[in-house]
């Protein structure tokens, strides 16, 4: 006697063919919902009913197999109904990716032209703060609407304060670097009186909190921390290959909410620093020698520096070696693009996702 065969197995249906019945459904959910009106009652009907029919196929938590042929079938009677009556509404797989593609490039400009903004450092002059090849994001909404590649505003709704890192667009006809982006800090806003007394910067009279601040393995030299620090070459800033060291301080300041940190040639008494780096005189000077209102004949506001309205006054971190606000001016509010808020690569990998706000 022939012993009872088994009954033959269900043949299931592969990862692919579920994945793109599973595709299909989607596809054509998003076209009843958004073309059924058009369509009409009779085929958004007619195409609802082949979906329930695709999804009773499919895996489930009740039913974890799928019978191969049922989900073909299923998938093709969809496909077919689709095309019967949204069929001028399916897209071809090429424009879906073109229109991927022109969207999300819509999206950046938006983002990039309105939003934020990514801008790489490059230069040493917001050392300690910021280091060379930095790159940061840029928010381009803090003080208002911009209008697209443009650092003119078009919408006001608020202004630069004190102790905010911001980006500007240079403007000095002639000069090799108009039209450039800068990043500095905001020292002085509209209305304040400010100069800069042996490192100690004076706002409306008052001299900003500072204290003594330094890196664990700096030496104290008469109970002040001095430490060397790499001087970049200004046409040539590598941050990898300095052009040399020197002896420098730091301090902390305090400005508001606002605390960072300032870098200054460590001075032997004059305006020179140990090992013959430039040590700045104080700001702004008596003779002028080419520094903004430098002039005291010309300054009324003497020996302050009065910033007038629609304008703020920045300088580097780095004080000393630092291209800035007391070499070519005031920065007016519509050169500027946005407010610095994070660091999002560093090569030092611990100061990435830093906030400097």
Sequence with gaps: MTPPQPRKAESGASRQAIRRAREL???ALRLVKRKGKVA???ATA???ERIAELAATLPSRGKPRADALRVDEATIA?????E???????????????EAIA????????????????FSIPS???LPTLQIGDRLFVNKISYGLYAPFSSHRLIHWGEPERGNIIVFEFDSPGDKHDGDDYIKRVVAVAGDRVRLDDNILYVNGQPVQTRPTAPEEWIATGGVPVGRCPVYDSDQDDPIDPSGTCACVQQEETVGDHRYITQHMASDGG???????????????????GRYFGDAASNPAWPDVVIPEGHVFVMGDNRDRSEDGRYWGLVPYDHIKGVAFVIWFARDTSRILNWLI
């Design 25 to 27: 459904q989607g596809e």
């Design 40 to 42: 009409g009652k009779a």
């Design 46 to 48: 007619a195409v609802e």
């Design 78 to 82: 969809l496909d077919a109904a689709l």
């Design 84 to 98: 019967k009556h949204f069929g001028r509404f399916r897209k071809g797989m090429l424009r879906e990716y073109v």
């Design 103 to 118: 969207w999300a490039i819509v999206l950046a400009l938006i983002i990039r032209s309105f939003i934020f903004e990514a």
């Design 124 to 126: 040493g002059s917001m």
């Design 271 to 289: 305006h020179f620093a140990v090992g013959g780096c430039m040590n700045m005189p104080d700001w702004p000077l008596h003779d002028g020698r």
